[in-house]
């Protein structure tokens, strides 16, 4: 029913049963967690009336458990919430929503799983969460819409977290299990920067660093 990268996050919520998705803007994920990965209680979150009131427009005919907040990030999100996801976003945005709570609310300290699906930097993303104590429990790459798109599980953990660059860049858990998209992914972009035929040792370093990834 909605797009595949919709459908692949809300299969991550499981066995959670209780989310807030902050930035829920249409409601389509929250509709597809009810109605395919069990969800018993959402908290649909936007900090803009327009895209809050069409997530409300999209749930009415269902009669799912679901409570509209007009807020911003995660302060209004319940005690009882066990995941949380905020998707379709910047990856500096989305560290920023984590970083305020983490820094002001701590209100993410009681939540058991983030998932996170940034549109760009998600090396960035990856390092905050890093240093924040964040561990990556599991990543799904997907292409769709001419787009690759990134998945992050991630959950809190007491233990230091150290990736290496190249788990940073690629993934961690992405880079463990090389799946056919993600290689097709460092295939498409090994072929863009050949293309460039550029002489540049910043073009000639990633060149070499996706060429190690696949050899
Ligand atoms: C591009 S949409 C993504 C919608 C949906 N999450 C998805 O993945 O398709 C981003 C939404 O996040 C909302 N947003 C941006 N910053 C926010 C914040 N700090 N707190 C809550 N919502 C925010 C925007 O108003 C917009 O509706």
Redesign the pocket.
Known sequence: MFSK??CEIAKLIKPYKIIA??????G??IIESFLNSDVSKAIA????IG?LNSAKKNLEKYNFNVRFSL???VSDIDDDTEVVVI???GGL?ISK?ISDDLTNNKKLYNVKRLIL?ANRNNFELRKFLMENNYQIIDEKIIYEDDKYYEIIVCERVNEKIIYTFEELYFGPMLLKRKDDIFISRINSELIKLKKLNSDSLEVKEKIDRLEKIIC
């Not at 998705?21 to 249409?26: E, F, K, T």
């Open positions: 990268r919709i998705d902050v930035g829920c803007d249409h389509y994920l979150i936007d900090n803009k895209p807020s911003s990030g998707s379709g976003m945005l929503i699906q």
